[in-house]
């Protein structure tokens, strides 16, 4: 059994999906509308993220959640960021609102502070939601609890294999193109998933 398949079964015997819960089931195909609104923030912890759904020139209609963490450092701090932000990695989920598949993209489409695949996977261990913060909806602590046991169970692996792959990949091409910024390359958006659409095949590669 995969991870992804072990954890996504709903212990509490609910039906509902995350996008049922985030909006109602009718997810717009537009990348600007995040759900929840101002996606889900944890002060405390520095968690963060959001769904939406969108069309990709290279891999179609897909609906994912984005995951990042804000953070600080001495080193941030000295160059006048009170906090900044890091995306581990898109879940993008099948049409019954299920995980499917990793994916990690191109710094341009997250706008984040890069890190290497080992640095990423060290910031995003214990990643959580804190249990006391307010929620305007209860079942919002299901789906913190579901993401972070997703991210817990998969981060060693899954995800740490697809970064260490993206960074090969990017070293790749920043080889063979001196003088080209492949980070804000536009032609270049998803850099390489866990399975899902053509299952196995590294775009980019
Ligand atoms: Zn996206």
């Not at 249990?131 to 789906?143: A, F």
């Not at 001196?178 to 775009?203: A, F, K, M, Q, Y």
């Amino acid at each position: 059994m995969s991870p992804l398949s072990k954890v996504d079964s709903d212990e509490a015997g609910c039906k509902r999906s995350i996008v049922d819960d985030l909006c109602g089931g009718g997810l717009p195909v537009d990348e600007d509308r995040h759900f929840p609104k101002d996606d889900f923030i944890d002060r405390l912890t520095g968690a963060q993220y959001f769904l939406h759904r969108h069309l990709s020139a290279e891999v179609g209609d897909t609906t994912h959640i984005h995951i990042f963490k804000r953070w600080s450092s001495e080193q941030t701090r000295a160059v006048g960021l009170d906090s900044t932000i890091t995306h581990l990695a898109a879940l993008a989920l099948d049409a019954k609102g299920q995980p499917d598949h990793w994916f990690v993209v191109n710094q341009w489409v997250v706008g984040d502070y890069w890190l290497s695949a080992d640095e990423t996977v060290d910031l995003f261990r214990g990643w959580a939601f804190s249990k006391g913060s307010n929620l305007k909806n209860p079942r919002y602590r299901y789906w913190h609890e579901w993401l972070a046991n997703l991210v817990a169970a998969n981060l060693d692996q899954t995800i740490h294999g697809l970064l260490r792959q993206r960074d090969q990949i990017l070293d790749r091409m920043v080889d063979a193109n001196p003088g080209v910024n492949v980070l804000e390359d536009r032609s270049i958006e998803v850099i390489c998933h866990s399975g899902g659409w053509e299952r196995g095949r590294t775009l980019h590669a």
